[in-house]
Structures are given as structure tokens and as C-alpha cells.
């Protein structure tokens, strides 16, 4: 259940919100939210799957942490393993919020309900002057940014389905023990059709921006035997 609120300096003044690593504080999830902008830091570490939502048919992307529901193998004893943190795992318990009609200046909320908030021991998000806290202004940017690779994905995924780039994919993994995996449910860049692109199609998608992305999402793929390693040492 979450409880969504505006922040406030006043209202907030005192609030602190953890700001570690920790499966308690919402990290133990499969995967997470990506968005094309950031592409770039998250296939350094990471696989980018697509999602399709079955009643709308829209896409989003994921950076994939493990192969079953709460499983995170990027998290080691409360410390991150990676060099990176999608944007959308790293704002946790903020949010952006607009209004009904999307009209108006975004505003930053925080869920008061979530596990990193109100705890003693985080991070204060104000000053005794009702500023922002360093840390609180890295969130604010990032959630711009966050916020920004949202609004233009519309564009990014509008391409790739007029294109028919992208495919569904299902992957079976067997672990050193002999168990086995399934990962279901999601789609990739079809490799070979992305290479039948010709000249003029190519440079249009430079030029609108989704070219970059597009080879990013290909070249993540390559961890997912990474994944699976991390899977046999923590399976075994």
C-alpha cells in the first residue's frame, strides 16, 4: 500500500529516508523500470528487456537483476554489486506528480508508506533553513531526468513497432545443479531485422535519436550469462 504525498519543507522539515541498498528497503525486485536515455550506464551492467502490457499494448524497457519474482542478484550483504543504479531504483521512495490533465509544473512526491521512509537513522531531505539537502537535489535531478526518458520512450518504442523490431523472447536456464529456469513474458531487439535496415532508415533513426538506444539494448543482451553465473554462485 502506498501513501502518496507532496513534498513539503515545512511538513517535512524533520524527515529522513534511508538511502542504502537493502532487500527491506525495496530492492529485492527482479527488475526494474529503464528508460532509453540511460541505456548506455545500464547495458554496462545489466540485460534491457522489453515489456508488453497485454491490455494496452504498450512497450516499456527493464533492467533485468534475476530470473523469479523478488530475486535480486545484484544485491550482496546490503551492498550493491553493480557501478550503476537505474534511475528508477535510485529515486526510491520519490516519485513525480502531475496533475490530472498533465498541465502545471511537476511536482516531487515521496510515499510515506514505503520502507526507506521516516527512519531515524537516513538521511535528512532539509536543512534547519528548509533547504534542500545535497542529497535531495540529486534525487530532484534525477527524477528530471527520469521524468524526461518517460516522455520521449513514446517516440522511441512508436519506432520500433512501426519497424516490427522488436520480437518475443523466452529463455531457459539450467544451473550447474541441473535446476532449471524459465524466463518468459518478454520481448527483445530482433538482431537480424536490425541489421536489414537500410541506409535511409538507419540515419532517420540516428537522427530522432533511437539509434544509440537501439544498439545499447542489443549489446546488454550479453549479460544474461553474466546473470546466470550470478545465479549458480548464489544457487549453490
Known sequence: MTQHAVLDHQAHRDLRVRVEPGEALGDAVMSCVTVPIEFRQVQAHFPILFHRNAESGAF???ALFGFEAGENLFLESGRWDALYRPLA????PFLIGRSADGEGPAQ????????RTGDETGVRLFDD???MSPYLEDVADRLGKLDAGYR???AF????RRLDLLEPFTLEVE???GAKRSLVGFHILNEDKVRALDGETLGNLHVEGHLMPMFMA???LSHLTDLVARKNRRHG
Not at 516531487?108 to 520502507?115: E, K, L, S, T
Open 108 to 115: 516531487v512526491h515521496i510515499d510515506m508508506a514505503h520502507p
Open 157 to 160: 518504442f512508436a519506432a520500433m
Open 89 to 92: 531504483l535510485s529515486i526510491q
Open 218 to 220: 542489443l549489446a546488454s
Open 60 to 62: 516499456h524497457a527493464v
Open 175 to 177: 544451473l550447474n545443479d
Open 152 to 154: 520521449a520512450s513514446e
Open 129 to 131: 533553513d528548509g533547504a
